[in-house]
């Protein structure tokens, strides 16, 4: 089967190496506006071969979208139209109501699944791409009613291949739940960051004091803008919903502390605490 990925980043480039992996003989052609990601994904064995947008995508029987969604929403209208009208178009987007929109009066909507994998790091580039990215990962599946059965089951199948969990959602739900349990910690993650850089002007006492918690917090405001710019502005209205909970719970926070209300303060810690039981419920049925 010939696979056009389109953005040979992060995720584009791991979905290709785990494609190689476990499906071997499958060519990807490659496709990225960067001539030196382009390259580098060539040296890496990333894509098989670097093709135009256009050609990719009348040559492959499977498309994947693996662009940031700004760029993704101009993209998919185009390959709907040059693609062949038994080939299969995917992506691989954080956001899906606003893909649903533009693609819904398409006379190939039927061929497209909308698919959004929870996996990822806070590097990008071709050099950040490895083959287990997604390995036990979830995959969402979006508005699956609209597409092809057998578009569906062959884009289940090849994510399923790479061990990954498979769970459906109409997109503006979709959207909704994102924006609390992912584009929220990356909000805080960048906030905190831009802060500790604003108020603690030593470098070196940020090296010397950063510990654990800290790295692991603002791990992710090393996430590239380009990506997550684009995504809160798609997913505004939702993204401003999470922001208005966590804001009024961190005045919640402050309000207790200016108080020095501590039991106040350990009951909301005891609350929050029940998270650890929730993810490490989902962590033991992933093993399982």
Known sequence: ????????????????????????????????????NATKARELG??????????????????????PVNVMIHQIVKALDL???????????????????????HPKRNRYVAAHPIAGTENSGPEAAFASLMHHKMMIICDRELSDPDAVNEVE????????KIAHMNAKEHDRHIAFVSHL????????????????????????????????????????????????????????????????????????????DERASYELMQHANEIRRILHGISKEETE
């Open 46 to 67: 990333i894509a098989d071969e670097i093709v135009s947008f256009e050609e990719g995508v009348q040559k492959a029987d499977l498309i994947v979208l693996a662009t």
């Open 83 to 105: 693609m062949r009208s038994d080939a299969i178009l995917t992506d691989l987007g954080s956001t899906k109501e606003i893909l649903a929109t533009v693609v819904q009066d």
């Open 185 to 260: 910690s990356h909000i805080t993650s960048f906030v905190l960051g831009a802060t500790v850089l604003d108020k603690e002007k030593d470098e070196r006492s940020i090296f010397a004091m950063a510990g654990s918690g800290f790295s692991s917090t603002v791990r992710l405001a090393k996430s590239s803008p380009d990506m997550w710019a684009p995504i809160f502005s798609q997913n505004k209205n939702n993204v401003l919903t999470a922001l208005d909970a966590y804001i009024s719970k961190l005045e919640y926070f402050r309000k207790i502390i200016t108080e020095d």
């Open 1 to 36: 089967m010939n696979v056009c990925v389109i953005g040979l980043g992060l995720l584009g480039g791991s979905f290709s190496l785990a494609l190689k992996k476990e499906r071997g003989d499958d060519v990807v052609l490659g496709v990225d506006i960067s001539p030196d």
């Open 157 to 164: 199948g090849i994510f399923k291949s790479f061990e990954m």
